[in-house]
């Protein structure tokens, strides 16, 4: 018997199933005092601001989880970890306050960050950035990345000094499977430019509109022009265009009807995208009150009360077909457990970025005022979580 001493996955992907059920109160009061413990020993060594930054690392968040013995590779590792820590962190202590959560507890943020920024005494404009934080990290992941998840889970981790995390997750009901968005505050320049500190799903979409990616950014341009532009002239070039593209459009209908549509010829001056796909109606009175506003930004075009899906991705084919800029249809899943083989397919093991997450893990287990048994429970978990990323292949 011979072990390869190259470490590789059993599979090029981890997928995240939906799992049902609760986690019993048994092991949920255990993975409240460690994650209270191991917290504080990272606060106290390294800050807030690392604790936030750790928990923005997708595959820290998924090891720390496995650590509080939670399942490896289940989606509801997001509900609870996040869960546990709204009830493990506490503002006197570890100095992270914790806002939000599952379902409705989702939108909760927008009370609960005015009343937990008390503890810290925060002033009005951190506490208005928080609010804004929290209200344009879910509307980027459910509006201007549109991969086929529905976001049901949120949350915004925040620290005396105003820096922020945010926690979100999203719900594919058809595939059945979850894919977790991460943020943090530190260094980042605007939303709506390649924004996140990671995203985390089972693999890749073939098809996804990223509005967010650099690729999208002139796109983003002209959706504003066309944002600020009379919504007649707007609404006029649409229907030119479809009338060039012999479409016979009703007062009703709308750009929905070149879904699938071949391209008509090469002289018709225009391509159809097979794969777009538009919304049933377009709000002319949505794209009228934008008019008056005047958005500066795609970041401010974005913000409006309103602007969903629907209004972004009908902007985004506007500006492709009417003036010629595309914007990125490619996944912006940053980590999709995908971290390679041996042939280094689909990239290379990323061993490094797992052991330093192990090592970390490790550390703050070893220094947590825990007793010996759950140390003990926490180091095995650990372990257990290595050998799953890197099995020893037996040839």
Not at 217 to 226: F, G, H, M, P, T
């Amino acid at each position: 018997m011979w072990y390869s001493t190259v470490p590789v996955l059993k599979s090029s992907t981890i997928r995240l199933p939906l799992h049902t059920g609760h986690a019993p109160a048994y092991l949920v009061q255990r993975m409240i005092r460690l994650s209270h413990a191991m917290s504080k020993v990272i606060v106290d060594e390294y800050g807030t601001s690392e604790l936030l930054r750790r928990l923005s690392d997708p595959i820290w968040f998924q090891a720390f989880g496995c650590v509080l013995g939670f399942d490896w590779h289940s989606s509801g590792v997001t509900t609870v970890v996040c869960g546990v820590l709204r009830q493990a962190l506490k503002a006197d202590i570890h100095g992270i306050c914790i806002a939000g959560g599952k379902g409705k507890k989702s939108t909760a943020t927008k009370s609960e960050i005015p009343r937990l920024a008390e503890s810290f005494n925060l002033s009005s404009r951190k506490i208005d950035d928080l609010l804004y934080a929290s209200r344009m990290a879910a509307k980027v992941d459910n509006a201007a990345i549109q991969d086929g998840y529905s976001l049901y889970h949120h949350v915004l981790l925040f620290d005396r000094s105003g820096n922020w995390a945010v926690v979100q997750q999203g719900m594919n009901a058809a595939e059945r499977m979850a894919r977790r968005y991460h943020w943090i505050s530190d260094g980042l320049q605007n939303f709506v430019l390649e924004p996140h500190a990671g995203i985390i799903s089972q693999a890749k979409s073939t098809i996804s509109l990223d509005m967010t990616s650099a690729l999208s950014q002139e796109n983003q341009k002209i959706c504003v022009d066309i944002a600020k532009s009379d919504p007649r002239n707007t609404r006029s070039s649409v229907y030119k265009l479809a009338s060039r593209l012999e479409l016979k459009l009703k007062p009703k209908d709308t750009l929905d009807f070149w879904i699938g549509t071949q391209p008509i010829s090469a002289t018709s001056g225009c391509s159809i995208v097979v794969d777009y796909e538009m919304p049933r109606n377009l709000d002319w009175k949505l794209l009228e009150q934008i008019y008056e506003i005047q958005p500066r930004n795609y970041e401010e075009l974005l913000s409006i009360r309103g602007v969903g899906p629907a209004t972004v991705r009908a902007l985004s084919l506007i500006a492709e077909l009417v003036y010629g800029t595309k914007a990125s249809w490619t996944d912006p899943a940053k980590y999709s457990f995908a971290h390679g083989g041996k042939d280094g397919v689909p990239y290379p093991v990323a061993r490094k970025v797992y052991d330093e997450s192990i090592k970390y893990l490790s550390g703050a287990i070893e220094g947590s005022d825990i007793d010996r048994q759950e140390r003990t429970f926490a180091l095995k978990q650990l372990a257990g979580f290595s050998r799953r990323m890197f099995p020893l292949i037996s040839n």
